[in-house]
């Protein structure tokens, strides 16, 4: 049974910094790629991170600089640390396992495996 449990959700201040972990289980973890989605109210789901099998990572233009993916294979959990939140990164936070090809790397349609979501919070 395939599994992916986020935490590290919470509520903080602009400026602040969150790390959200995702772990995951039931599928090979390292074979696959690991990513990071995000839905603000009222919004359609959007890419933020991913981490590929063999480790090369890709950012949304809104996080780049800001926020920074990686994996522990060993424990089978992804992490996204996030620095310099805005109100802006408000959205519930989803991790995301699959094996896109590249050019569709931030497409979610090719992510098979989802976790529940996890909310982030940032005020001004």
């Known amino acids: 049974q395939v599994q992916l449990v986020e935490s590290g959700g919470g509520s903080v201040q602009a400026g602040d910094s969150l790390t959200l972990s995702c772990v995951a289980s039931?599928?090979?973890?390292?074979?696959?790629?690991l990513a990071w989605f995000r839905q603000a109210p009222g919004k359609e789901r959007e890419f933020v991170a991913v981490i590929r099998a063999t480790n090369p990572t890709y950012y949304s233009n809104s996080v780049k600089g800001r926020f920074t993916i990686s994996r522990d294979n060993v424990k089978n959990t992804v992490y996204l640390q996030m620095n310099t939140l805005k109100p802006e990164d408000t959205a519930e936070y989803y991790c995301?396992?699959?094996?896109?090809?590249?050019?569709?790397?931030?497409?979610?349609?090719?992510?098979?495996?989802w976790g529940q979501g996890t909310q982030v919070t940032v005020s001004s």
């Open positions: 039931g599928f090979t973890f390292s074979g696959y790629a």
């Open positions: 995301a396992a699959g094996r896109p090809v590249l050019s569709a790397i931030r497409d979610q349609n090719m992510y098979s495996y």
